[in-house]
């Protein structure tokens, strides 16, 4: 069974910076990608960013420029840099992980971005 736990999130005023992390706990092997995605309430749930054990990525067109998603193999672990933050971008962000044929989600973490 894996288990996704999610750190980083908080309160940061526009212009600012947060990195979150997210630890995978448990076997992964073989092919998987990890990333985030955030949600709003009212709204449905939106990519953020992947990263895939092939080394690819891929970003929402929102985030372009402004957020780096990087993995650490090695430690199961992947982080998502957050610069130029807008209140926009103020919801709650969940680490997902896609392990074929499953589908993992941590319990997300707040970031809030005050204007």
């Known amino acids: 069974q894996v288990q996704l736990v999610e750190s980083g999130g908080g309160l940061v005023q526009a212009g600012g910076s947060l990195r979150l992390s997210c630890a995978a706990s448990?076997?992964?092997?073989?092919?998987?990608?990890m990333g985030w995605y955030r949600q709003v309430p009212g709204k449905q749930r939106e990519l953020v960013a992947v990263a895939t054990s092939l080394g690819t990525t891929n970003y929402a067109d929102s985030v372009k420029g402004r957020f780096t998603i990087s993995r650490d193999n090695g430690r199961n672990t992947v982080y998502l840099q957050m610069n130029s933050l807008t209140p926009e971008d103020t919801a709650v962000y969940y680490c997902?992980?896609?392990?074929?044929?499953?589908?993992?989600w941590g319990q997300g973490t707040q970031v809030t971005v005050s204007s």
């Open positions: 997902h992980l896609t392990l074929p044929p499953y589908d993992y």
């Open positions: 448990g076997s992964i092997f073989g092919f998987n990608a």
